[in-house]
C-alpha cells in the first residue's frame, strides 16, 4: 500500500466512532473528518480560460497523459511548459490541440 493510502486508510477507520464512544458517525461527520484530515478532489480544467485562472506553480495533466507547469507569465498570458513538447504554449494552444480536459495536479500560490 502507499502511504497516502494508509494515512487515509486510518483517517477513515478513527472516523467510525465519536470520539471517546461508541456511537457511529454520521457519513456526513466522516467526510468533515476526511476534509480536514486535507483530502480534495483534484479539478477539472475543462477551458482555456479556466487554465488562466491557476496561478504560477501550477501543474496539469493533459487528457493525453502530458505534464505541463504554469512557469511564467508571457505577454500577461500564462505560459505553461511541458517537457514532452519542449517549449512554452499558451492556454487557448492546449485547448486547440483537443488536449482539455486536463486535471490540477498541483495549484500554485495565490497571487
Known amino acids: 500500500m502507499s502511504n497516502e493510502r494508509d494515512e487515509l486508510a486510518r483517517v477513515i477507520a478513527g472516523t467510525r466512532f465519536k ?3 461508541r456511537r ?4 456526513l461527520e466522516q467526510a468533515d ?3 480536514a484530515a486535507g483530502y480534495r478532489k483534484p479539478r477539472t480544467i475543462t477551458t482555456p480560460e479556466e487554465l488562466d485562472e491557476l ?3 501550477s501543474v496539469i495533466r493533459d487528457s493525453q497523459g502530458g505534464l505541463w507547469e504554469f512557469r511564467r507569465k508571457v505577454s500577461n498570458k ?3 511548459w511541458s517537457a514532452h513538447l519542449a517549449g512554452f ?3 487557448s494552444n492546449i485547448s486547440d490541440s483537443g488536449l482539455l480536459p486536463a486535471t ?3 495549484e ?3 497571487s
Open 19 to 21: 470520539a471517546g464512544t
Open 33 to 35: 473528518s476526511i476534509l
Open 24 to 27: 457511529p458517525q454520521s457519513s
Open 108 to 110: 500554485g500560490p495565490a
Open 104 to 106: 490540477a495536479l498541483h
Open 78 to 80: 500564462p505560459a505553461w
Open 89 to 91: 504554449w499558451f492556454s
Open 55 to 57: 496561478t504560477a506553480g
